[in-house]
């Protein structure tokens, strides 16, 4: 369902407050560099975000999200390079309500209820929404009068996002939002955020949950140490582990003939199960077939999960891959999107 | 501040405008807050009063001035205990990374200190009634000027532990500031002379008394009773208390801005 909003519509959609020509883009990084002491957090990024997208931001931990989120937050200062939001400094685009977060964890008094929470925090802000409104928006009236130690990790998380709308923000930035929740308050989480996001809302996520990326963006920008490695639509970022695995029962597999077939990449024995990794599947399987007793022949495309793991594993090889543009797309996917 | 200078074109026409240094609605809810806690109510109502009784009731009829005395000084005290709590709850506050989420709002960072000051003051009032009803009762005969000039000083002297507080909030990480802060205070108060005439102490602790920030709040706070009025030398005492602790706070708090 999201990939009907390309990362090239979401570009045509205008800012709903009418942006003037020096903010095209949500957010704009440039050379973005953030060092702990000897430690690069961020190693130098360059992204722009535009207003409607829906931008998954995942990577491992360690990659440099949140040190990333953060500086687009001006909860922290970057070593060097600039962080624009809709053409403002974080700190001013906090202060005018242009973005808003929500943060991993903390951030919550305990012995508040859920509606001071959101009453405190309302009157903070220059002309907020009212409050029922976005108690009810993120599905949390029926506890608005729960104390917040009393609530689950998936009710704190709705909190926060109830928090998030009062300024009715243009950017939405969530750090990790769905740790620790189970898989349904996972799904009633973005389900609340996606009806939101519906109104053209620009969201940019953290997570480190594939499936979370691949089913609520329309972009994803993957980084690993500091820095971007794919960059593009979930289509698009799939297919840049690019090809299939075939998989044979076949005894007493000949591991260098199969490694010499031709667009074969690697070839792994599990036991009598032989595992190829290939570009052109269908000659493999011809060769099979004809050539071997090989049997219970299966073909897979690979998913996000295989795309993740190639880059932004350690043999992963950053800056090589820009998705974008590239044009190639997944059509025979195994995984169905909902 | 440089929202001024932003492009108006980029604001987008939003009405209202950038940061917000004070929100009633935020004052009120954070005394609400503090004033749930039963810990934090039992401190306020309930042991400056008993504290009183403790160390003066053996006065009550033997000594009205030094009943009086223990009666202004424990007002001092219980506003102390609500001032300095309030101030440190910024300890707390800062662990469970709630300034930090003021800072996703429009909140000025010193807002958040000047709201945690103002209930602080707020919630001194009760424990300086309390004790000031409870000697009314008990007999502690005072003209009305005196009652009143009593009661604010009491309330005015315990904005310098407001400050300590703070101070002592941005200085220890851990949640439990308070568990350090309560034997500190209790004895800063008794070599201070809030518990104990100070006439009746031995003279090594009569000489360090003037070096403890509670000596100068007594002074200035029974200084009605004694109608020697308040000497500008006492009164520097309490102003330079509370620019230290002030001072102290505002470096703390810039580190703490700036880090996060």
């Excluded at chain 1, 809709?86 to 508040?112: E, I, T, Y």
């Excluded at chain 1, 709308?165 to 969530?174: A, H, R």
């Amino acid at each position: 369902m999201n990939n009907t909003i390309g990362s090239t519509g979401a570009a045509t959609s205008v800012d709903r407050r009418g942006a003037g020509p020096s903010s095209n883009s949500a957010i704009e990084l440039a050379h973005l560099v953030k060092k702990f002491g000897d430690v690069t957090a961020v190693a130098g990024l360059d992204l722009q975000v535009r207003p409607g997208e829906i931008v998954a931001f995942l990577g491992p931990n360690g990659a440099g999200k949140t040190s990333t989120i953060d500086m687009i937050l001006g909860l922290s200062r970057p070593t060097a390079g600039s962080v624009q939001v809709f053409g403002l400094s974080p700190v001013d685009a906090v202060a005018h309500g242009r973005v808003a977060a929500v943060m991993q964890s903390g951030g919550l008094l305990k012995d508040l209820t859920v509606k001071e929470t959101v009453q405190l925090t309302a009157s903070l802000f220059h002309q907020p929404r009212p409050v029922a409104e976005v108690l009810q928006r993120a599905g949390i009236t029926e506890i608005a009068d729960r104390r917040v130690d009393k609530c689950s990790g998936g009710e704190k998380q709705r909190l926060r996002f109830a928090m998030a709308l009062l300024p009715e923000p243009d950017l939405i930035v969530l750090d990790e939002p769905t740790t620790g929740m189970d898989v349904e308050a996972r799904r009633a989480f973005w389900t609340a955020i996606r009806e939101d996001a519906a109104a053209g809302r620009t969201v940019v996520f953290a997570t480190h949950y594939l499936d979370e990326a691949d089913s609520y963006a329309d972009r994803i920008v993957m980084v690993r140490k500091g820095e971007i490695v794919a960059d593009g639509t979930p289509a698009e970022v799939r297919a840049m582990a690019s090809g299939r695995t075939v998989r044979a029962h076949l005894p007493n597999a000949d591991q260098v003939m199969l490694a010499g077939l031709p667009g074969v990449t690697s070839v792994e024995l599990r036991g009598d199960t032989v595992l190829l990794r290939c570009e052109d599947s269908d000659a493999v399987l011809r060769h099979l077939l004809l050539h071997t007793s090989a049997r219970d022949l299966e073909v897979t495309s690979h998913n996000l999960e295989d795309a993740f793991i190639a880059l932004t594993g350690p043999g992963g090889s950053p800056g090589s891959g820009r998705a974008a543009g590239t044009g190639r797309t997944d059509h025979t996917s195994t995984r169905s999107k909902s | 501040m440089s929202a001024t200078t932003a492009p108006t074109s980029a604001l987008g026409g939003r009405a209202g405008h950038g940061p917000v240094s004070f929100s009633p609605t935020y004052l009120a809810l954070d005394v609400r807050r503090s004033l749930r806690n039963r810990r934090t109510l039992i401190f306020l109502v309930v042991i400056p009063p008993a504290f009183f009784l403790l160390f003066g009731g053996g006065y009550r009829h033997s000594d009205p001035d030094a009943f009086a005395y223990v009666m202004v000084s424990m007002a001092v005290y219980g506003a102390m205990i609500a001032t300095t709590s309030t101030g440190a709850q910024v300890s707390v506050e800062r662990s469970q990374g709630w300034t930090r989420q003021l800072r996703l709002t429009p909140l000025r960072p010193f807002g958040y200190v000047l709201t945690k000051v103002a209930s602080a003051l707020v919630l001194g009032v009760v424990p300086v009634v309390m004790v000031l009803v409870a000697g009314g009762f008990l007999g502690v005969d005072l003209s009305l000027a005196q009652w009143l000039k009593v009661a604010a000083l009491s309330w005015v002297c315990s904005l310098v532990f407001a400050a300590f507080g703070l101070f002592v909030g941005y200085l220890v990480p851990a949640e439990n500031a308070m568990q350090f802060i309560g034997p500190l205070l209790g004895l800063m108060s008794f070599f201070g002379g809030l518990f104990e005439p100070l006439n009746m102490m031995p003279q090594a602790l009569q000489n360090l008394a003037p070096w403890m920030p509670t000596y100068g709040v007594g002074l200035v706070a029974r200084s009605p009773l004694t109608g020697s009025g308040l000497t500008l030398l006492h009164v520097g005492d309490l102003v330079l208390w509370t620019v230290i602790f002030s001072f102290g706070t505002a470096l703390l708090f810039r580190r703490d801005t700036s880090r996060v």
